[in-house]
């Protein structure tokens, strides 16, 4: 699995995507590992092994707490 740190996905966010399209890319802060980046293919390809099937939902909003809870 390619690897990257959080720094480097910043600033190379166009090239985290082109390679999480191929593979998954672990992303690592202060050298540990926090984050795994992937493609919607293989996402799906993973969810469909659950038990529970969730619809994946993307939603537009002004900002977004790291924890997922969105503030408008």
Do not use: C
Not at 8 to 21: M, V
Not at 31 to 40: D, E, L
């Amino acid at each position: 699995m390619q690897s990257m740190s959080a720094k480097e996905a910043k600033y190379g966010f166009g090239r985290l995507i082109d390679l999480a399209r191929a593979a998954p890319v672990l992303v690592a802060k202060h050298g540990r590992p926090v984050v795994v980046v992937m493609s919607v293919e293989e996402y799906t390809k993973l969810k469909s092994h659950d038990v529970v099937d969730d619809s994946i939902k993307i939603t537009k909003s002004k900002t977004a707490d790291p924890n997922g809870v969105e503030k408008n």
